[in-house]
């Protein structure tokens, strides 16, 4: 097993940057492959960015792609989010979510392990 604990989040202005962070415990975090989803008020669990276990491929959902960079260090058990140029759509809990397949993973069906999120709210 593995338990999440994300941080970062806050308040920031719209065009500004965040850095999230996703702390694993547990053993061999390097055995997961790791997204980022979020979630606005109203809206459904949304797919941002995808980590493979090793670090060496990305995917990004279509609404972040270009402007948000995930990236992980597995000597240190963690997964970043880097968020740029934020737009106050960017506002929701976001989360991060681990599991063990190969190949990447677009639905949050597909995941094992969540953390507790941790809100961005982005203001005008």
């Known amino acids: 097993q593995v338990q999440l604990v994300e941080s970062g989040g806050g308040l920031v202005q719209a065009g500004g940057s965040l850095r999230l962070s996703c702390a694993a415990s547990?053993?061999?975090?390097?055995?997961?492959?790791m997204g980022w989803f979020r979630q606005a008020p109203g809206k459904e669990r949304e797919f941002v960015a995808w980590?493979?276990?090793?670090?060496?491929?990305?995917v990004y959902g279509d609404s972040v792609k270009d402007r948000f960079i995930i990236s992980r260090d597995n000597a240190k058990n963690t997964v970043y989010l880097q968020m740029n140029s934020l737009k106050p759509e960017d506002t929701a809990v976001y989360y991060c979510?681990?599991?063990?397949?190969?190949?990447?993973?677009?639905?949050?069906?597909?995941?094992?392990?969540w953390g507790q999120g941790t809100l961005v709210t982005v203001s005008l």
């Open positions: 979510a681990a599991n063990q397949k190969t190949g990447s993973s677009g639905s949050r069906l597909q995941y094992d392990y």
């Open positions: 980590v493979s276990k090793r670090g060496t491929s990305t």
């Open positions: 547990g053993r061999s975090f390097s055995s997961y492959a």
